[in-house]
């Protein structure tokens, strides 16, 4: 009960002990709701549920703040997650909190690095397009896993051809896992 307390408190509400409540001190701070003194399981509940009110509009604010949230649309029957345009460098940087929509045009041979800050069950999509040169390859960073179903895929050759790659990230294996694969776009 004292936890109970303590956390009510801290939530800018007071408790009083099991021992001291009575229905007539309940009646003059709630009102005659019914004629039930509470139990401490209600009690209880009405803390934990006053809790997670605290601890989720946390939660809200902190997500709210997000880059890739910030940069999300949502329309009636739509979200469309913020597009993140990648820097066509030696080693691709991919940040996995700006976003799921990954893109990049190829301007030579690079690597794509493993994404910083994935959470487990994460999906992404990777839309990678040849440069004017066309036939530039990628290389994969240790994080990505491919299977014997879909193996690791060979880009498109030709210029402004675009492929697209979907990949779930498994927190367990600490690997983005390769889940689909098409190309050919033109």
Known sequence: MRRLASLLTTSEATVESEASLNRTSWFKRRGPVSDEVPTRRSLYKKAVALALGVMGASAIADSLASPALAQTTIETGALAPAVVMLTDASTIRVDATLGNDFRLTLGGNHTISTPAGAVDGQQMILQITQG?????????????????????????????????????YNAMKQRWLLSAFVNGFA
């Not at 880009?155 to 990949?167: E, P, Y």
Request: glycine residues 10%; hydrophobic residues 30%.
């Open 132 to 168: 004017s040169a066309g036939s530039s390859t990628i290389t994969w960073d240790t994080g990505y896993e491919f299977s014997s179903q879909l193996p690791q895929p060979t880009l498109s050759a030709r210029a402004g051809q675009t492929d697209v790659f979907g990949f779930v």
